[in-house]
């Protein structure tokens, strides 16, 4: 058995493709809230784990910057307790008038943990 569809028919067939794909547009999911020696504390522990939980997610992470490469566009931070890890965060935009040893809370994707965890296209959010 062949079908066949007139020309209204399958423009009709696209108008609603179209309308349907737009209709079902993804509903950004807010950041997962966490501190930075929390986040470290996941990724030391279990970290397959911990890559379950917050890998290529966003997440508004909480700590003390230790350090800032304003030419590379990067903030370090630390948590409250002093570890080897830090997490490196590679800020869109500008870093603005941020110093060591302020508190800050950036917002970025999770890429990981290899040698430290790494936040991309992160932003100072307070």
């Known amino acids: 058995m062949v079908a066949v569809i007139s ?3 399958l423009v009709m067939l696209i108008v609603a493709f179209v309308v349907m794909r737009k209709s079902k547009k993804k509903v950004k999911e807010p950041p997962q809230v966490v501190s930075v020696t ?3 504390a996941a990724f030391v ?6 890559n379950r939980q917050y ?3 966003l997440l508004e992470v909480e700590g003390i910057v230790k350090a800032i490469e304003p030419d590379n566009g990067i903030v370090w931070l630390s ?3 002093s570890v080897m890890i830090s997490v490196k965060c590679n800020v869109k ?3 603005g008038s941020l110093e060591a040893g302020d508190t800050v809370r950036m917002q970025g994707t999770c890429k990981g943990y290899m ?3 790494t ?3 992160a932003k100072i959010v307070l």
Request: aromatic share 0%.
């Open 79 to 81: 948590g409250e307790r």
């Open 93 to 95: 935009g500008g870093i």
């Open 7 to 9: 020309s209204s028919g």
């Open 115 to 117: 040698i430290h965890i």
């Open 55 to 57: 890998l290529d997610k």
């Open 38 to 40: 929390s986040l470290i």
């Open 119 to 121: 936040l991309s296209n």
């Open 45 to 50: 522990k279990d970290a397959p784990q911990a």
